[in-house]
């Protein structure tokens, strides 16, 4: 008899358990929730008592999903201006709506991107305080979608804040150009022109409403010159002319207001643009001197206070070589003009500063001006620039071992890393002369540490190894496999620097001739796409090519 009881027991201890596992169960609520006026409200917090997991929003059509405890007894409905709780104790439905749809309520339905009646230009705090319910609800549901990254839902809702509230705040202009960027990024490109446009429209109404118009113009030109340039390497000088016309007044602009203020990115797309605009005869070119003299300007003066700031290093290298690259400053259009203001001032350290710097940029190291110049400001300042003059004028004179000492002098006291650089590949050019090939890939190494993004010293190594290749190796193919060696150089050149793509091509075409034959590396057993240690001086390790 003990025993049929026990087993009673535990069967009926098992039913319980299997019943409290079932009823243990999570649920899944789904449904709409709407407002007072019919329409599906979305960015409603939605949370239930005995909740799993985390409150859930409701979506631009005022759908939400909870996963709710089997015992939940109510389940609460957050909007902008109150809280209801819908109490759901013994409802086991799936489905819980909340509100009226706007056909029970006897409106229509209106779209949320609609907005209707005048423009308010009242301020965020002063929309609130006076509890204007459209701006309240629509600042809301923006707030809630842009807080997830929910891009999509959340344009409705801001375009509400944008074209009725307008001076509401600064944010809306903030939010909306980084929510249209991010649109434009991922739409087909039937898309995109509208998207920019729309773009440039939100930097025009900010300043309309926030000022700040150098600011505000610099950004626009940089955003527009950034998506209509994106594949410019296939474009005409000529497309590119009505691209750079159309960012040019607004980068200039903005330059001119901002002033020691210009962003980084600001002066050296003006600089980009002028150059570019005098390859095409729309500017002469004092206008490209006017320009490089206002924004290195400007530069140095950002760097003189912060010297690491990375952003004024990388425009001040980029200006530099937008300028030397224009074409619009010459020698013969230097001297002359440069010659008669050492006359005028030949013992101000600023005009001696600028003429050497400037006839540096432009290599007129050969004439007495630059002579007289560098002399002069050594003598009175012997900085690292001023060493790299003296070094120049010295390999003029055929004095090659002193213009070495001066180089060195000026890459040690140098502080700008760009510069630097500079200095270390124009001595190793100056080594490659020697044929001192070690002491050549030494400095080249040395200006890729401080400008990873060049590629000429890549390509300086490359034709090091390519002239190297006789003395290495103890076989004909060994000797060969150098010039693979010399093609990665190439390779890395082109990689980092599209700029010297095209010279990179050319080496790679001239030295791949030299490659091992099929034939001959059957007998050395060696393998295209293996690798082959080359040694001597160089002692690399290289891929293996045929030809």
Same mark, same amino acid.
């Given at each position: ?78 909007? &902008? ?13 799936? *489905? ?12 229509? *339905?209106?779209? *949320? ?43 409705? &809702?801001?375009?509400? %804040?944008?074209?009725?509230? &307008? ?7 903030? /939010?909306?150009?980084?929510?249209? %960027? ?50 410019? %390497? /296939? ?52 206008? *490209? ?51 008669? %203001? ?114 000429? &010293? ?19 193919? /060994? ?69």
């Amino acid at each position: 008899m003990k025993s049929k009881y026990k087993l009673f027991l535990v069967v009926i201890l098992i039913f319980i358990i299997g019943v409290a596992g079932v009823m243990a169960q999570p649920r899944i609520i789904k449904g709409t929730v709407y407002n007072v006026d019919g329409k599906p409200a979305s960015g409603v917090n939605v949370s239930a008592h005995r909740m799993k997991g985390d409150p859930y929003f409701t979506s631009f059509d005022g759908k939400y999903e909870l996963k709710i405890d089997a015992k939940s007894k109510y389940i609460k409905f957050v909007f &902008p201006d109150r809280e209801e709780k819908v109490d759901i104790a013994g409802n086991t439905s799936d *489905v819980i709506d909340f509100g009226k749809k706007a056909s029970e309520v006897g409106t229509a *339905v209106v779209a *949320v991107t609609a907005p209707s009646g005048n423009v308010d230009l009242r301020t965020r705090a002063q929309l609130v305080q006076a509890g204007v319910k459209e701006y309240i609800e629509a600042a809301s549901i923006f707030d809630q979608f842009y807080k997830q990254d929910d891009y999509k839902s959340a344009l409705a &809702p801001w375009t509400i %804040e944008y074209t009725k509230f &307008p001076k509401s705040s600064e944010n809306v202009y903030i /939010q909306g150009i980084k929510i249209h %960027e991010d649109l434009l990024a991922k739409a087909p490109e039937a898309e995109k022109e509208a998207l920019l446009t729309k773009i440039m429209e939100i930097y025009d109404k900010r300043i309309e409403h926030f000022g700040n118009e150098g600011y505000n113009l610099g950004r626009k030109a940089t955003i527009y010159l950034k998506y209509k340039l994106a594949n410019a %390497e /296939q474009m005409t000088d000529d497309q590119k002319k009505v691209i750079y016309n159309n960012g040019f007044k607004w980068l200039e602009t903005s330059v001119e207001k901002q002033g020691k203020e210009s962003e980084a990115a600001v002066l050296l797309l003006l600089n980009r643009a002028t150059a570019l605009l005098f390859k095409t005869g729309d500017f002469k070119a004092d206008k *490209v001197m006017a320009v490089y003299d206002k924004t290195i300007a400007i530069v140095e003066e950002n760097l003189a206070a912060k010297p690491d700031d990375d952003n004024y290093q990388k425009a001040k290298a980029g200006i530099n070589r937008a300028f030397v690259e224009s074409g619009a400053v010459t020698c013969e259009i230097l001297i002359p003009l440069y010659q008669a %203001e050492f006359e005028k001032k030949p013992d101000d350290l600023a005009t001696l500063k600028k003429i050497n710097y400037m006839l540096n940029r432009e290599d007129c190291s050969d004439n007495k001006l630059y002579a007289d110049v560098a002399e002069k400001l050594y003598k009175m300042e012997p900085t690292s620039q001023s060493a790299f003059s003296m070094a120049r004028l010295f390999l003029k004179r055929s004095n090659t071992a002193k213009a070495i000492e001066y180089y060195e002098e000026a890459i040690n006291s140098e502080k700008d890393k760009y510069e630097k650089a500079n200095y270390c590949y124009e001595l190793a050019l100056v080594i490659y002369t020697q044929k001192d090939y070690p002491r050549v890939r030494n400095y080249a190494r040395q200006a890729i540490s401080l400008n990873p993004e060049w590629g000429k &010293p890549y390509i300086l190594i490359g034709k090091v190894y390519a002239a190297s290749s006789k003395s290495i190796g103890e076989s004909d193919i /060994q000797q060969r496999l150098v010039f693979c060696l010399a093609v990665d150089q190439f390779l890395k050149a082109k990689a980092v620097d599209p700029d010297v793509a095209a010279e990179a091509n050319k080496e790679i075409a001239t030295y791949s001739q030299y490659f091992p034959n099929k034939e001959d590396a059957f007998f050395e057993n060696l393998k295209a796409g293996s690798t082959f240690k080359v040694g001597g001086w160089i002692n690399e390790t290289t891929t293996v090519r045929l030809r």
